[in-house]
């Protein structure tokens, strides 16, 4: 059996298709929503709306540039979660027509194990085990990954995520969202020394970001009393300064990780993946620690339909399918 998978991802506020023949991802067709820049934020009930109205197209471009008739797939895989339940609901109903009118199986995928999956769309492919640092909008992860099939979180953000951190930041600096390449962008002009911000002690694997979220309101409120253009003549330093401390925390979570596993394959996954300071500074570890390294294309790491792909061909090749009354699920864990 030679599966031909089309692929449906629809967890937050991108709707996206793809299809995979035999492990090779034909292409990842991605429809953005930006109706959600002038908020600040993802709105999710705007979210399901968009997905509802793009779905269509979306998914008929996948088919065609793919050059593959409905008749010719073998499944239909979507993301049953984590993400906005709302989001999530336009692609499993739409996964549930096509599979009942093709009278083909449905594969349920978890998106945060997608994310992982991610490095085996393109070369190079680490090898099992290995580490991944899942970094997004939505989750903070380290993951142990033993096979396609097999993997756990073995740390994880106790409250905000470290993509939410670089928004919010960016949001009380006057940015628009999501703030979080916008303050890459400006740090490369600024001095990542020239503002201090306290260390969190979380235990373990762990990470928590709402405390620097705080210290950053503060930290700005203060400096404005003195100087109400405090901001805008500091931007550059202020922006380089606060990612070099959201990156060191990250960093240093994901070296102890590395150092008391064993494991020196490491990996990086979500939108954050492509922050230029995590990039440099794993490269600056990895040298120190002796780490392969392995950073998926860009597209891949943001929310992306190719990943779901993946992710469906190796469960296909495990029989492991879903019932048709599979039901989205908005917190669904690693594992479950
Ligand atoms: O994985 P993703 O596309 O969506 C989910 O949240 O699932 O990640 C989006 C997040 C946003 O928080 C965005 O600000 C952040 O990734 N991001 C970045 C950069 N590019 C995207 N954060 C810091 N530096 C970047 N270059
Ligand atoms: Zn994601």
Redesign the pocket.
Known sequence: MHPVILAIES??D?TSASVVIRGKVLNNVIASQTVHQKYGGVVPELASRAHQQQILSVVNEAMTSAGIAPGELNAIAFTRGPGLLGSLLVGVSFAKGMAVALDIPLIEVNHMEA?VLAHFIADPKPSFPFLCLT?????TQIVLVESYLNMKVIGETRDD?V??A??KA?KMMGFLY????L??GFAKLGNPKAFQFPPTSIPDYDFSFSGIKTAFLYFLRDRKLVDPDFVEKNKYDICASL?YHLVEMLMQKLSKASTETGINQIAIA???A???E?RKSLQQYGARQNWKIFIPDFEY???NAAMIAIAAHYKFLENKFSSLDVAPLANLAIGN
């Open positions: 967890s937050c991108e994310h970094v997004s909008g939505g989750h995520a993509g939410e670089f928004d960016a999501p703030g979080g390449p303050i890459d990612q979500g939108g954050v492509a922050n230029s995590l790491c943001t929310d």
